[in-house]
């Protein structure tokens, strides 16, 4: 297996006394008060936080889907305002992050190859043919060979979970931005996504700041932050051989399913899949499945999302 350490110091994510604060009527809420943070090429960073701490807040805005009150923002070597341009914050969402939250956020109305080929569709530099073989490799990457035509509410909630994986990998994003991706999952479905994740991480060396509640998961990580009230408490590095003992339990764990589906099916599919881009996170992301009609509304909120202003919250 490769190595597990972040062999580089190279900062992808710069955060210099970051604030949020949101106005609800017209009361300020502060949800973030001054983070300092660096994210580096290829790292898994874990996020643990009391309820209300700011995780979701710090995920929007690392992700450009909410834009800081004050403080300094670099993202892959530009710098984030409330004065940068949309597009070029569009295009940086579509391009270069991918989004997996907790609720699965699929379109209803579509099934598994049609979800994942919607950032492609939506990014538009794919062919017709391209968009659909990229689908299907990015499904049998995650496992999903055999569920490619189905419709989300044909799926268990790992495989839900696994499509928004595969959507989120669709435009090959640099880094992944994921807010509790397990949290709605049993423990055979939560050990599924994390071999995934961590294949990913590794292998692809694609970077990802994961929101979790799950203290299992700080083991996998390179390190570990601490949010609370709005503030970083604490960052912790991992061990490396905490870490590669993590990681050579939960890959050799004893359930061949699991293992086939997280790198058995990605081992043999590896050389069909090229270096790719992409995703969104939604608007509708934090609602839950069920609220989600497959409206065209939908398909708004994402296509919105992507290439339109999403500044959605009111802020003081
Ligand atoms: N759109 C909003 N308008 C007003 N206040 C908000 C908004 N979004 C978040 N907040 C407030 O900001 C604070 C941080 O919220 P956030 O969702 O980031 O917490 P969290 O750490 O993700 O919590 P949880 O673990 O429960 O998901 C909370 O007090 C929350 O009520
Ligand atoms: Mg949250």
Same mark, same amino acid.
């Given at each position: 297996?490769?190595?597990?350490?972040?062999?580089?110091?190279?900062?992808?994510?710069?955060?210099?006394?970051?604030?949020?604060?949101? $106005?609800? =009527?017209? #009361?300020?809420?502060?949800?973030?008060?001054?983070? !300092? @943070?660096?994210?580096?090429?290829?790292? %898994? +960073?874990?996020?643990?936080?009391?309820?209300?701490?700011?995780?979701?807040?710090?995920?929007?805005?690392?992700?450009?889907?909410?834009?800081?009150?004050?403080?300094?923002?670099?993202?892959?070597?530009?710098?984030?305002?409330?004065?940068?341009?949309?597009?070029?914050?569009?295009?940086?969402?579509?391009?270069?992050?991918?989004?997996?939250?907790?609720?699965?956020?699929?379109?209803?109305?579509?099934?598994?190859?049609?979800?994942?080929?919607?950032?492609?569709?939506?990014?538009?530099?794919?062919?017709?043919?391209?968009?659909?073989?990229?689908?299907?490799?990015?499904?049998?990457?995650?496992?999903?060979?055999?569920?490619?035509?189905?419709?989300?509410?044909? $799926?268990? =909630?790992? #495989?839900?979970?696994?499509?928004?994986?595969?959507? !989120? @990998?669709?435009?090959?994003?640099?880094? %992944? +931005?994921?807010?509790?991706?397990?949290?709605?999952?049993?423990?055979?479905?939560?050990?599924?996504?994390?071999?995934?994740?961590?294949?990913?991480?590794?292998?692809?060396?694609?970077?990802?700041?994961?929101?979790?509640?799950?203290?299992?998961?700080?083991?996998?990580?390179?390190?570990?932050?601490?949010?609370?009230?709005?503030?970083?408490?604490?960052?912790?590095?991992?061990?490396?051989?905490?870490?590669?003992?993590?990681?050579?339990?939960?890959?050799?764990?004893?359930?061949?399913?699991?293992?086939?589906?997280?790198?058995?099916?990605?081992?043999?599919?590896?050389?069909?899949?090229?270096?790719?881009?992409?995703?969104?996170?939604?608007?509708?992301?934090?609602?839950?499945?069920?609220?989600?009609?497959?409206?065209?509304?939908?398909?708004?909120?994402?296509?919105?999302?992507?290439?339109?202003?999403?500044?959605?919250?009111?802020?003081?």
């Amino acid at each position: 297996m490769a190595t597990t350490t972040i062999d580089n110091d190279e900062v992808i994510v710069s955060c210099e006394n970051i604030h949020k604060t949101y $106005l609800l =009527g017209l #009361e300020g809420v502060p949800a973030l008060r001054g983070i !300092a @943070l660096d994210v580096y090429h290829g790292e %898994l +960073l874990v996020v643990y936080g009391t309820s209300g701490g700011g995780k979701s807040t710090l995920l929007n805005i690392l992700g450009t889907i909410d834009v800081p009150t004050k403080g300094n923002l670099a993202l892959f070597d530009h710098r984030v305002t409330d004065r940068s341009p949309d597009q070029m914050l569009a295009a940086m969402r579509s391009k270069k992050l991918g989004f997996v939250f907790q609720s699965f956020n699929l379109l209803s109305t579509m099934t598994s190859i049609e979800n994942v080929s919607l950032p492609m569709i939506v990014l538009g530099e794919r062919s017709r043919d391209e968009i659909r073989e990229r689908a299907i490799a990015l499904l049998k990457e995650v496992g999903l060979g055999h569920r490619l035509d189905h419709y989300p509410s044909m $799926l268990s =909630g790992g #495989e839900q979970q696994r499509v928004t994986i595969a959507r !989120a @990998l669709a435009n090959d994003p640099q880094m %992944l +931005l994921l807010d509790e991706p397990t949290g709605d999952l049993d423990s055979k479905n939560t050990d599924l996504i994390m071999k995934i994740l961590l294949r990913l991480n590794i292998e692809r060396r694609i970077t990802m700041v994961m929101v979790t509640h799950d203290v299992y998961m700080k083991q996998y990580a390179h390190r570990v932050l601490y949010l609370r009230d709005g503030k970083v408490h604490r960052i912790e590095t991992i061990d490396k051989d905490v870490r590669q003992r993590a990681l050579d339990d939960l890959i050799n764990s004893s359930d061949e399913q699991l293992h086939q589906a997280a790198w058995g099916i990605a081992q043999s599919t590896k050389m069909s899949i090229k270096k790719s881009p992409e995703e969104y996170a939604t608007a509708s992301a934090q609602r839950p499945l069920s609220s989600l009609d497959g409206t065209d509304e939908d398909m708004d909120s994402i296509v919105q999302l992507l290439f339109a202003n999403t500044r959605r919250s009111s802020t003081v």
